[in-house]
């Protein structure tokens, strides 16, 4: 037997070990199949509405993944100038995959593309590990606070890192929201029958732990055994950086640590939009990991899981609350599980509350999109139709279920910002 | 002889425009004439196969070197009309084990690199592969882009002082005291590039020798001239996927049948196909089964391709011939080899030899050997230089440069159009105004555009295969009007609108074959935009009905005016008004 036959002989044995790599990469180019072009997601997307040089999601999405060979690479850098507001996905009217080629595409640019040493790759580092800084300024918050309020160290994020000065940077809770899970000793109420896991995200841990309290309170009162796992970022911001690898190890820890109680009869309850909208989207759509399509399928937001569940709309109506007024914003990432009318459905039957929808429009913040210093003036002129209708709605409350548009409702009016759970709990508990 | 000695060549297909540079950089005076535009007839309608030789490897192999000698040229000379994707010719489980060491064997007979690879690595390079796969041989397939091979072999000859007329149909074949001794060729819109509107004309062209490549019309041409050519036309559809589902050729390797390869073609793949003799190779049936045995056939190979999208389906005539007396039954028998018929020789009719059969892999070898005849005939002693000279655009191009940032194009358009113009990029790109992307499905600026139109006049199909403008996946939706619009300001509207109307019903053509499912829901999109924003479904400019004008309302001034006298806005008239025979509806009154 000659050499040449030996060598095909055992090629049929042969089993490759990634001899290509690429072929891990995910391929979207199929996804355009869908697009007929109708250019619908281009009307929605609000950072094209704004900001001319932005060539919109059917260029990002299917027109670039259609161009693409298999061995280009080249992703155009304007994909930096996406929110991932996600707008685009619900706009489409033929189930394109906007928000995942975005997503991916976004991940290849960041990999392939950016200089690792640069400010702008450090400072979306920064921001999309936003946990870690949390964690680390959660420790001493009110040092935190002092110091992160400090005009000097605004300017100084301004300069150095390009986080702009122009926003105040959110506040620490004294006692994070765990802390005071710990503290009170878990669960007050146990069952067989009602069971969920709250995941918490990062901000209502750090941040507003009063949000992650209303949950805990509300869900009780409906007599549900609450159980808080150990979490990490839903992944979020690291999606909209395009640091896939953060994302894909903290997937990997919230997969491996809720799935395990679904079987033990536990759904998955966000208090957060983007948080819900993470473990039920873009995990799948974007992470291969075991029982990622089972976490997916089994989370829900808190105020869609009581009115799928339990007769909220009944609690509500034979319920009072002290008089007070809402200008609610429904958050991009709400709307796009189909959650943007619910509050205010839910809340005007409720004795003593007005509640007004400011409209359809982004707030423009986008989570850390309006903290970079170069995004800044965007994420405002997308958020001036939100702070308009929010100035001609009655009262000065704001209302809405995610972190950063409360911030940038905030921002743009002054108002206090509200979680609908803490109204719940103000009128249920 | 003194002068220079001029030679005349019909078809403006690969061979006819490989045959006319050929004999312009040998010195002569050669001229061209092609009834449509540029690849008309087949080398438009194939499926962009860059042939290694494998696919004959076994059946042919006298085909199968030419193949892969003509594959390493191309590679070369034409490598902006090239990629080199690779091939694989992959046994499923059902195939015979036999053929597939025949088919590997015979790769190394003909000189063919081939390598066996495993199922498994086989879909490590295309995970597309149907999961019950076999093995696969890998072979230097690629894919050859047929427009801009042709139309930068017929820059080429004009540069070396051919001169090349489109849109002008030979309509008698001159034979005077027994030899051939010209044309006479009926100008669509008079000599030079085409102008629409611009009334025809006929022209006497003369010529010391005539060269008959007219492919499968070379039995028509050869009856103008009172002798036989005995092609047999043979038809075979091709299906067009709205995206690349593989990046790699990939053939069955099994012997002869139809829908067996599947090649990446720019951005999209092309599935083909079949061999069905026909009469006519202008009028044969188009099928609507033959369409669904390509995808059927081929979702065995790669499973997706089952619910994937197609943009377009489309026929060619394949210029089968085989030498009188041969008998074949069966179309997918007859050889592939080309032949050089000399009428002098054969029908005692000096002055024309036709070339028939070959394929476009090897149209430059086919180009050599008919130039070399043409020269014996006119004792003219030149070297063939074509497989050394790279075509316009395939010059010395080793640095892709940072497109974006130096043409201020987005990347995948920059990548895109630098892939398409090759060494030309400079040259096109390089624009002192904005430039826009006009197709946006395919990556095409206002620059691109600029340039073909300079190159074929306000033919926009001949824009469409010179820079791809409305192959995408809208087929024209969103840029049949935008380039239309391009050719302002140096012709007039009347001029754009017929180039327009001809692009836009070109593309129908096709699209309607792949009217289901997303691709339909992409017609009704295009129909709409264009029947209701352009009025193109009952534009009295376009009906040639009066325009009432005195029903428009005069403005301003009369706002307000009650007396019922003023149009309605769109400028016909009021409903009550309207007689029925003026036709159309109103969906709000």
């Known amino acids: 037997m000659s050499d040449a036959e030996n060598v095909n002989d055992n090629l049929n044995e042969f089993e490759p070990v990634q001899v290509f790599p690429e072929s891990e990469d995910m391929d979207l180019r199929p996804g355009a199949d869908n697009c007929y072009k109708c250019t619908t997601c281009d009307t929605a997307c609000p950072v094209a509405e704004v900001d001319d040089k932005f060539p919109g999601p059917k260029f990002q999405g299917p027109e670039q993944w259609r161009l693409k060979r298999k061995e280009d690479e080249g992703v155009d850098d304007s994909i930096m100038s996406c929110s991932n507001c996600m707008r685009c996905d619900d706009a489409c009217p033929s189930s394109v995959p906007l928000s995942q080629m975005h997503n991916t595409a976004r991940g290849e640019y960041v990999e392939e593309q950016m200089d690792k040493l640069s400010r702008e790759y450090i400072r979306n580092r920064i921001l999309a590990n936003y946990n870690t800084l949390a964690m680390l300024g959660s420790k001493v918050p009110r040092l935190t606070n002092f110091v992160m309020g400090n005009s000097l160290v605004q300017k100084v994020n301004a300069k150095v890192l390009g986080i702009t000065g122009e926003r105040e940077f959110p506040e620490f809770a004294e006692q994070t929201f765990r802390e005071w899970w710990e503290e009170r000793g878990g669960p007050q109420v146990r069952s067989e029958e009602k069971r969920v896991a709250y995941f918490h995200g990062c901000y209502s841990n750090y941040n507003t732990p009063e949000v992650g309290k209303a949950m805990v309170r509300v869900f009780e009162q409906f007599g549900y055994e609450v159980v808080v796992p150990k979490q990490r970022c839903s992944g979020t911001p690291m999606f909209a950086n395009g640091m896939l690898d953060d994302a894909k190890r903290a997937a990997g820890i919230n997969v491996e640590n809720f799935t395990g109680l679904i079987p033990e009869g536990y759904d998955i309850i966000a208090s957060c939009t983007s948080c819900s909208m993470s473990l039920r989207q873009e995990y799948p759509e974007l992470f291969d990991i075991d029982g990622i399509e089972d976490l997916s399928t089994h989370t829900y937001e808190a105020l869609e899981y009581l009115r799928i569940h339990e007769d909220l709309h009944g609690a509500i109506e034979d319920a009072e609350v002290s008089e007070q007024a809402f200008a609610y914003h429904a958050p991009c990432h709400a709307r796009n599980q189909g959650l943007d009318r619910q509050a205010v459905e839910l809340f005007r039957d409720l004795d003593g509350v007005t509640i007004q929808d400011v409209g359809d429009s982004c707030s423009g913040i986008s989570g850390t999109y309006g903290w970079k210093e170069e995004k800044y003036d965007t994420s405002m002129a997308i958020g001036e139709e939100m702070f308009d209708h929010m100035h001609h709605a009655e009262g000065n409350v704001g209302m809405t279920e995610c972190p950063t548009c409360s911030m940038q409702m905030n921002h743009g009016t002054g108002y206090e910002i509200r979680h609908p759970l803490q109204l719940l709990e103000e009128a249920l508990v | ?589």
């Not at chain 2, 043979?234 to 690349?244: D, H, L, P, W, Y």
């Open chain 2, 1 to 589: 002889m003194t002068e220079t000695p001029s030679v005349l060549v019909i078809g403006g297909g690969s061979t006819g425009c490989g045959i006319v540079r050929d004999l312009a950089m040998r010195g002569m005076d050669a001229t061209l004439v092609e009834k449509g535009n540029l690849t008309h007839g087949t080398t438009g309608r194939m499926h962009g196969l860059l042939h290694s030789g494998g696919r004959y490897a076994v059946s042919d192999q006298a085909s199968a070197k030419e193949c892969i000698e003509e594959n390493r040229v191309l590679r070369e000379i034409a490598s902006h009309c090239v990629e080199m994707t690779g091939g694989l010719f992959v046994q499923r489980p059902e195939d015979s084990d036999d053929y597939f060491q025949q088919k590997l064997d015979g790769c190394r007979e003909c000189g063919i690199p081939a390598e066996v690879l495993s199922a498994e690595e086989a879909r490590e390079m295309e995970p597309y592969l149907a999961k019950d796969i076999k093995r696969a041989i890998r072979v230097p397939d690629g894919a050859v882009d047929p427009f801009r091979l042709c139309v930068a072999n017929a820059a080429s000859a004009e540069q070396h002082g051919a001169r090349i007329e489109t849109h002008a149909e030979v309509v008698d074949v001159l034979v005077e005291d027994g030899e051939v001794v010209g044309v006479e060729v009926k100008h669509d819109s008079g000599p030079g590039t085409r102008t629409h509107k611009q009334p025809g004309t006929t022209e006497k062209i003369y010529a010391d020798y005539v060269v008959n490549a007219t492919g499968a019309w070379a039995g028509q041409l050869g009856e103008m001239a009172g002798v036989d050519v005995e092609v047999r036309p043979s038809k075979g559809v091709m299906t067009i996927m709205n995206t690349r589902q593989v990046d790699t050729v990939v053939n069955r390797c099994r012997p002869k049948g139809d829908a067996d390869i599947i090649v990446p073609h720019e951005t999209t793949c092309i599935l083909g196909t079949t061999d069905e003799e026909v009469e006519d190779p202008e009028d044969y049936p188009e099928e609507g089964w033959e369409v669904d045995l390509m995808i059927d056939t081929l979702s065995e190979l790669v499973p997706m391709l089952k619910d994937a999208r197609t943009i377009r389906s489309f026929w060619g005539v394949r210029p089968l011939y085989e030498p009188p007396g041969t008998g074949t039954e069966d179309p997918t028998d007859i050889t592939r080899e080309f032949f050089l018929l000399d009428h002098d020789e054969r029908d005692d009719l000096p002055g024309m030899t036709s070339i028939v059969g070959g394929k476009l892999t090897t149209y430059r070898m086919m180009a050599e050997q008919i130039s070399d005849h043409v020269c014996e005939k006119l004792g003219v002693d030149a070297e063939c230089r074509t497989a050394d000279v790279p075509l316009p655009g395939s010059e010395d191009f080793t640095v892709l440069r940072d497109y974006m940032d130096e043409f201020g194009l987005r990347s995948p358009i920059g990548r895109r159009s630098a892939q398409r113009l090759g060494s030309r990029t400079d040259e096109v790109l390089k624009t002192d105004g904005p430039n826009p992307v006009v197709c946006e499905c395919e990556a095409v600026t206002r620059a691109e555009i600029r340039d073909a139109i300079e190159g074929s006049g306000s033919d926009l199909n001949a824009v469409r295969i010179r820079t791809r403008a409305s192959m995408g996946n809208c087929q024209g939706a969103f840029c049949c009007q935008r380039m239309a619009n391009e050719l302002a300001p140096e012709y007039d509207e009347a001029v754009a609108r017929e180039a327009y109307h001809e692009l836009y019903q070109e593309r129908w053509k096709g699209e309607r074959h792949a009217l289901w499912g997303r691709q339909l829901s992409q017609a009704m999109l295009k129909y709409a935009l264009h029947a209701t924003t352009m009025n193109q479904d009952g534009d009295p400019a376009e009906t040639g009905a009066d325009v009432d004008f005195g029903a428009f309302d005069s403005g301003t001034d009369v706002a307000g005016d009650e007396s019922g006298t003023t149009a309605v806005a769109d400028g016909g008239s009021k409903s009550d008004e309207r007689d029925a025979s003026t036709g159309g509806t109103r969906a709000d009154k």
